[in-house]
């Protein structure tokens, strides 16, 4: 199976910031990875696809990158709504793992 | 709009069985691949199972092989979950969610996610 790791597992950042979090796979997945936002009580949303592809009315300020085991989500510029969780997912494999999501909190 | 409404979550003790479904509106469901994935509490998200548009293609995760079974009823516009042989340690949110493959076939993302419905195993 592959795993995913993410880093940090928290940050906190201030509103205008540029953060950036990691995700590494335990094998290569070339571009075969997801990203999601979820918010407390809420359901996981789709932010980015295919490594660096934004998903329909995700705003601009949100980048991916990466291929093979390495990938970053970027965030150019924080806005209050983007204090969230944010997970990585695999799909190179129909074993869709996830990584144990990074928090992102008002500092 | 497209929709996914979860429901059958409760309370069961353990070695108990549960049957969860998710009601599909909004897009032609039988076109569709759907997943379940679940959350325990204060935890991250765990992928457990995925069909495809027919139920011919059916994966769990280790986690639940066995335990768990996956259906759909495509006239009714449907998908179900069995959870059998239920655990503690299966205590979660139980998310259905739509596979979309938005640019290639083989790219798959779960683009439309139900509001979950929560299954708490404990005597």
């Known amino acids: 199976d592959i795993q995913m790791t993410q880093a940090p597992s928290s940050l906190s950042a201030s509103v205008g910031d540029r953060v950036t979090i990691t995700c590494r796979a335990s094998?290569?997945?070339?571009?075969?990875l997801n990203w999601y936002q979820q918010k407390p009580g809420k359901a996981p949303k789709l932010l980015i696809f295919g490594a660096s592809t934004l998903q329909s009315g995700v705003p601009s300020r949100f980048s991916g990158s990466g291929s093979g085991t390495d990938f970053t989500l970027t965030i150019s510029s924080l806005q209050p709504e983007d204090f969230a969780t944010y997970y990585c997912q695999q799909s190179y494999t129909t074993l869709f793992s996830f990584g144990q999501g990074t928090k992102l909190e008002i500092k | 709009q497209v929709h996914l409404v979860e429901s059958g979550g409760g309370l069961v003790k353990p070695g108990g069985t549960l049957r969860l479904a998710c009601s599909a509106s909004g897009f032609p469901f039988s076109d569709y691949y759907m997943s379940w994935t679940r959350q325990a509490p204060g935890k991250g998200l765990e992928w457990i199972s995925y069909i495809s548009n027919t139920g011919g293609t059916i994966y769990y995760a280790d986690s639940v092989k066995g335990r768990f079974t996956i259906s759909r009823d495509n006239a009714k516009n449907s998908l179900y979950l069995q959870l059998n042989s239920l655990r503690a340690e299966d205590t979660a949110v139980y998310y259905c969610a739509r596979v979309f493959s938005p640019v290639r076939s083989d790219l798959e993302v779960f683009d439309i996610w139900g509001q979950g419905t929560m299954v708490t195993v404990a005597s």
């Open positions: 094998q290569t997945i070339s571009d075969y």
